[in-house]
Each structure stands twice: as C-alpha cells, then as structure tokens.
C-alpha cells in the first residue's frame, strides 16, 4: 500500500486516473483506501435543475451519482443520499456564493464547488474545490497554452467550538499541468502535484467562513510559491544548463 501511494505521488496528474485504474485491479483489497487517499484530476457535471455545472469528487460522491451543490439533488437521481442538515446546507450555499466571488478575481474565471458534512466529532468538514481550464478555449483563456489545468482540493476540518474559539485543520492539493507548442519553443509538458497541510485554533466570533477563507486563501499563495520554485524554477534551471543561451556560448577573445 505505501508503495502504491508512493507511486501515485510520482505519477502526473494527466496519467493518474490510469495508473489508479492500474493499482485498483493489481489490490483490489485495497481500493477503499486508493479512492479514499488519492486524489485525481477534478472532473465537472452539469446540473440541469440549475443550469450551473458543480465539481464532481469522493466527498459529494454516493455509489454511482454525484450530489450538486446547487439544487441539493444527487446525479443521476438518488433518493437515499446523505445530505447535510439544514442549517449546514444554509451554510454550504453561502459558501459556494462567496467561494464563487473568489474564484473569479483570483482564477478569472472557472468552476468552484464547496460541499459539506457532519463528522463524528459533533464538528463538521468542507471541501472547497476550484477547477480552472487554462487551455485556449478554456475560461478565462489569454491563448499562451495549448493545454493547461489548475485543480485544487482544500478539505477543513472544523472542531467543535470551546470557549469561543473552534480547531480547523486544513489539507490543501492542487495539481497542475500544462503544455505548450509553438514555433519558438516546440512542445513543452509540465506537470505535477503538491500537498500541504495547516492546523490553526480560531475565534468564531467573525464566522467559520472568514476563518476557513483566511486560511485557503494564505494556503494557496503558499502553495502557487512553492510550484513557482520546485516545477517552473528547477525547470529554467536545467534548461539554462543543458542549453545556455547563444550569447553565453561565444569566445570572449583577450584584449591586445
């Protein structure tokens, strides 16, 4: 098993849900704990009651059908899914309406989901997801790549308030991959993954979404350093060692 996941890990994202495909009929035995700890490019539905697609993931996810969280309606239909109380489903959709309102001005467009559920704890859990396309006929396209995908998973893990003050625990992955292909610079294939985690105890006197949005948003500017060094700079790195540019390469002749 912690081969399997160590593998996963070294797979990118692009090829993940074939590898796991892979690993799930070499152990069946453990499949509940692959589908449970890897995580997979995120993949989109359309909700037809509203019109709006939603992100489909194992935490919305019963059987074969997906649970929106626009209309609260399992697809395909499923009458004896679990749902959320009602004064946690209020909580989820002003949840997805400001998640919504942060995808645009940070990711320019997009789809986000946020879903949640009561945990054993007397707690509860979310999972916010942000799914963006950044190929040329995605959203939010400026036509610099040929294809490119941006996929973030944020899990919190709220504790039962004491004193005012409640522990969230945040486990963040956002998987990336883009490609290029240009006269200049031919084809070009980047892609790989990263997960972090946070724990932080909290006044709830603002709310838990302030909470949980202060701490995804500080996340995830964690997270895009952490690529911009491991993937992009490492990448420039060995690029500028296997091929210096011309300028690098020309004699400096001796000044008489």
Known sequence: MEAALGLMRRIPPK????????????LPHHSTDLLSQVDQPLQVL??????KEFILCEYNRDADSYRSPWSNKYHPPLEDGPRPSPELR???IEANDIFAIYRDQYYEGGISSVYMWEDEN???VACFLIKKDGSKTGQGRRGYLQEGAWDAIHVIE?????EGTAHYCLTSTVMLSLTTNDES???FNLSGSIRRQMNMDLSVAEGHLCNMGRMIEEMESKLRNSLDQ??????KEMVCTLRPPAELLQPVLPDN
Not at 230 to 235: A, D, I, L, Q, S
């Open 185 to 187: 610079s031919g084809t």
């Open 230 to 235: 491991v993937y992009f700079g490492k990448t």
């Open 15 to 26: 090829h993940s849900e074939t590898a796991l495909s892979a690993l799930l009929s070499l």
């Open 158 to 162: 709220v504790g039962l308030e004491e």
């Open 122 to 124: 007397e707690g509860f």
């Open 90 to 92: 209020k909580l989820e």
């Open 46 to 51: 359309c909700d037809v009651d509203s019109g």
